[in-house]
């Protein structure tokens, strides 16, 4: 058993205050990484499962090297991530057809290729002072005037 972090082979030994937050995880088995061991570990993580309600820890120790504490992976039976709460669907064959709407890209549909607008095509000339002529691109109808602008509102004159 192992409370607030700390290892008690004895639980009797075990003093928790009152009116404090207590975490405590039943440490289901201890098994060291070698082949065969497949049997006693799908085994273990099944009880862990039903002991935790879907959502199991698993400690490993030693820590891995350049840390000080052992990792901790958190796993879940109920597809959903336990940090932020995100959940998913139950995965089916449509989730992975594009042609489906559940299983179509949300950018393109399931197309392959989006439609997007193209600015530098749209804007004519984008030092044009007024908003028709940059977003004009058909030709003048008279000649460019001095601001080269080929907008059909007059040029802004400036007057002394």
Do not use: K
């Not at 336990?82 to 959940?87: N, R, T, V």
């Amino acid at each position: 058993m192992r409370v607030d972090g700390e290892v008690h082979e004895r639980p009797e030994a075990i003093r928790l205050e009152r009116y404090e937050q207590h975490t405590i995880e039943v440490m289901v088995d201890r098994l060291v990484r070698r082949d065969g061991i497949e049997r006693r570990l799908t085994d273990s993580l099944e009880t862990a499962l039903r002991l935790a309600e879907g959502w199991p820890r698993s400690s490993w120790s030693p820590a891995p090297a350049g840390r000080r504490e052992a990792q901790i992976l958190t796993f879940s039976q109920h597809l959903a991530c336990p940090a932020c709460g995100l959940s998913f669907d139950e995965l089916a064959p449509r989730n992975f057809s594009f042609n489906s709407p559940y299983g179509a890209c949300p950018h393109c549909d399931g197309l392959g290729t989006r439609y997007e607008v193209d600015p530098e095509l749209v804007v004519a000339n984008p030092t044009c002072p007024s908003p028709r002529g940059r977003s004009d691109p058909s030709p003048p109808p008279a000649p460019s005037t001095s601001t080269g602008c080929s907008s059909r509102w007059p040029t802004p004159t400036t007057s002394t």
